[in-house]
C-alpha cells in the first residue's frame, strides 16, 4: 500500500510533464518532421521552377573551381553542363536528383553525371586520387538562401555549392555552346599572354601585380590563379585561390581572392581583352609583360622546372668564362668520354619542394633520339632576400657516361654562390646564371 501512495505521484508527474512537453513543442507552430518537409518543399519548388536554370560553382578539396548549368524538373531530373571538358561543356548530360532529410535538407545526386566525375575514387576516371577522387560531394546540405541564390555544403569534403538563377540570355548561351567558347578563349589568352599583369594604384605610386592563371584540369595546381608583387623592401608576397570558368570569363570561387587590401572577385573578357575585376566592380585591364613581374628565382619550380644548354648552342650573354664550362660539356661529348656522342645537352633541374638541384648529362649517338642519362644531386640553401643560392653535394654522378664531361660545371656549382636572371635578346626570353664571387662567370640557358 505504501508503495502505490509513491507509484501514483510519481506517475502522475511522468504523466503531466509528457503533457507539458508535447504541448511545448506545438506553441512553436509545426512540429520538426513537418517544418522539415516543408524546408525541403519548398527547395523543391524553388529548384524546378527557375525559368531558366541555375548556373553554379563548386570547389573541391584537391582541385579548383568547377562551373556547372543545371536544369531540375519535377521528375527529379536533372541536365547539366559543366567545364570540366569540352565535351561537358556544350553536351548536356541528364541524371537523378533527390531532396531528402538528413541532418537537415539535403540534396543529394543519385545517378551518374559531371558532378560525380570529381568524386569518382579511380584515378583512371578524372585523374583524380585513389579513394577520394577530387575530394568533391555528392550529396550537399542546404546551408541558406539569398535572393536568387541558393547555398549547400558538401556533406563531407565541406566544399561549398552554390547555384544562381540564370538569366533567359544565359540560358540561351549555356544552350549555344558558349561556355566551351569562353573557356577556349580564357585557355588561348593566357598561353599566349605569358606574363600576364595589372597596374595597382597604391596611394601615390603604382605597382605591378602579377597574375597567374593556371588553366589545367588536375588535382595539384588546376584551375589555381594567383596574385603577387614586388614589396618595397625587394621581397615578394603572394596569395593564390581557385576558379571556375564562366561564360564570360572566370569566377574566383569562395568569394574572391584578396591581396594587398583588394578583393578580386573575376576576370571577364570584353572587347578582346581581359579584365580583372574586383568586388567594387572596379576593372583593372589584363597586360601582358615581355618578361614575368617576379624575379626568377622565385618562378623556379613552378612556372620553369629547369634551364637546358642544348648542344653545342650558346646563347648571347654568356661570358668568355661560362662559355669555357658549357664547350667543356659540349666538346667533350665527342672525345672526353671514352665513347663518341653526336648529341646532347646539359640542364640544372629544380626541386623545390625538396630544395635540390639536378645537374643532368644526356648523350645520344642517334643525333638526340635516345641515349644516357647523367645524374647529379645536390641541396641548396636560398637567400629569399637576395636571391643567392648555395650548393653542397647530395648524391654523386649516376647513370650515363658524361660524368667526366660535367666536372667543370660540377666545380662551379660547388665553389661559387650564384643568382639568376632574365637575359632579353630578339624578343626571346632566357635565363642566366652568374656567380656572386666570380661575376665574370655567366651562362645564358633556355628556360624549361
Request: charged share 20%.
Amino acid at each position: 500500500m505504501k508503495l502505490n501512495k509513491l507509484l501514483y505521484p510519481l506517475l502522475l508527474l511522468v504523466a503531466m510533464v509528457a503533457c507539458k512537453n508535447e504541448n511545448d513543442d506545438l506553441t512553436f507552430g509545426e512540429r520538426p518532421e513537418i517544418r522539415m518537409k516543408e524546408k525541403i518543399d519548398s527547395i523543391s519548388f524553388v529548384l524546378q521552377t527557375a525559368t531558366n536554370g541555375w548556373k553554379a560553382v563548386l570547389g573541391t578539396g584537391l582541385g579548383g573551381g568547377y562551373s556547372f548549368y543545371l536544369n531540375f524538373n519535377g521528375q527529379q531530373e536533372v541536365n547539366m553542363m559543366a567545364d570540366l571538358t569540352a565535351a561537358s561543356a556544350t553536351t548536356a548530360a541528364k541524371s537523378n536528383y533527390r531532396i531528402k532529410q538528413d541532418n537537415g535538407a539535403t540534396l543529394i545526386f543519385d545517378t551518374f553525371n559531371y558532378i560525380s566525375l570529381l568524386n569518382d575514387p579511380s584515378s583512371s576516371t578524372f585523374n583524380g586520387v585513389t579513394r577520394d577522387g577530387y575530394k568533391s560531394d555528392l550529396e550537399f546540405a542546404f546551408a541558406y538562401s539569398k535572393g536568387d541564390t541558393l547555398g549547400f555544403i558538401g556533406k563531407r569534403f565541406r566544399q561549398s555549392f552554390v547555384l544562381i538563377k540564370a538569366t533567359a540570355a544565359e540560358k540561351s548561351a549555356y544552350e549555344a555552346g558558349n561556355l566551351k567558347k569562353s573557356l577556349d578563349n580564357t585557355v588561348d589568352y593566357f598561353k599566349t599572354n605569358a606574363n600576364p599583369y595589372i597596374d595597382v594604384a597604391d596611394g601615390n605610386s603604382t605597382y605591378k601585380m602579377a597574375v597567374t592563371v593556371n588553366t589545367l584540369s588536375n588535382n595539384t595546381n588546376g584551375k589555381r590563379i594567383e596574385f603577387a608583387s614586388l614589396l618595397a623592401d625587394g621581397t615578394t608576397s603572394a596569395v593564390k585561390g581557385k576558379y571556375a570558368f564562366a561564360l564570360d570569363g572566370v569566377t574566383i570561387i569562395d568569394g574572391g581572392l584578396t591581396y594587398r587590401g583588394v578583393t578580386y572577385v573575376s576576370i571577364l573578357a570584353e572587347n578582346g581583352k581581359m579584365y580583372l575585376v574586383d568586388s567594387k566592380g572596379a576593372k583593372s585591364e589584363i597586360k601582358n609583360s615581355i618578361q614575368p613581374i617576379l624575379p626568377l628565382f622565385k618562378l623556379m619550380g613552378s612556372k620553369y622546372v629547369g634551364m637546358r644548354s642544348p648542344y653545342k648552342t650558346y646563347y648571347p650573354g654568356t661570358s668568355a668564362s661560362g662559355l669555357t664550362i658549357l664547350q667543356r660539356f659540349h666538346n667533350g661529348l665527342a672525345s672526353g668520354t671514352g665513347y663518341v656522342f653526336n648529341s646532347g645537352y646539359m640542364e640544372l633541374g629544380w626541386d623545390v619542394a625538396n630544395s635540390r638541384i639536378e645537374l643532368r648529362g644526356f648523350s645520344s649517338q642517334n643525333g638526340g633520339s635516345s641515349g644516357w642519362l647523367t645524374t647529379i644531386v645536390y641541396n641548396y640553401t636560398l637567400d629569399e632576400a637576395t636571391g643567392t643560392y648555395k650548393c653542397t653535394l647530395k648524391t654523386a654522378a649516376s647513370g650515363g657516361y658524361t660524368s667526366a664531361i660535367l666536372d667543370q660545371m660540377h666545380s662551379f656549382l660547388l665553389k661559387n654562390s650564384f643568382k639568376l636572371d632574365y637575359y632579353l635578346d630578339g624578343g626571346i626570353l632566357y635565363g642566366s646564371v652568374a656567380s656572386v664571387e666570380n661575376p665574370d662567370i655567366v651562362m645564358t640557358f633556355q628556360l624549361r
